[in-house]
């Protein structure tokens, strides 16, 4: 299985970004997909999931800001990022778990300046 992320960038506080992952390479449909951070020094974080069943979770940092949704084929995985914060500047990474084995992309840049 393969991740493609796309999206990111540099916004100024108070703007928006989106960001978008395609898995391929899997015969079946992604269960959970999300996105992680991490930013430099810090531990990579859990940002938002959302099962197959389309159940997200968010972490307490970006709830009410980002939303979170899948395609209709579901392996393809939305992060849409709202009133951006220079601490969301991170490194963003797309997770997807398929048949109990966890995959990562590479991660993309996000950088809100203030």
């Known amino acids: 299985v393969q991740l493609q992320a796309s999206g990111g960038g540099l916004v100024q506080a108070g703007g928006s970004l989106s960001l978008s992952c395609v898995a391929s390479?899997?015969?079946?449909?992604?269960?959970?997909m999300g996105w992680y951070r991490q930013a430099p020094g810090r531990q990579r974080e859990l940002v938002a999931s959302?099962?197959?069943?389309?159940?997200?979770n968010f972490a307490d940092a970006v709830k009410g800001r980002f939303t979170i949704s899948r395609g209709d084929a579901k392996n393809t995985v939305y992060l849409r990022m709202n009133s951006l914060k220079p601490e969301d500047t991170a490194v963003y990474y797309c997770n997807a778990r398929y048949r109990l084995l966890n995959y990562w992309g590479k991660g993309t840049q996000v950088t809100v300046s203030s």
């Open positions: 959302i099962s197959s069943a389309g159940i997200t």
């Open positions: 390479g899997s015969s079946g449909s992604m269960n959970t």
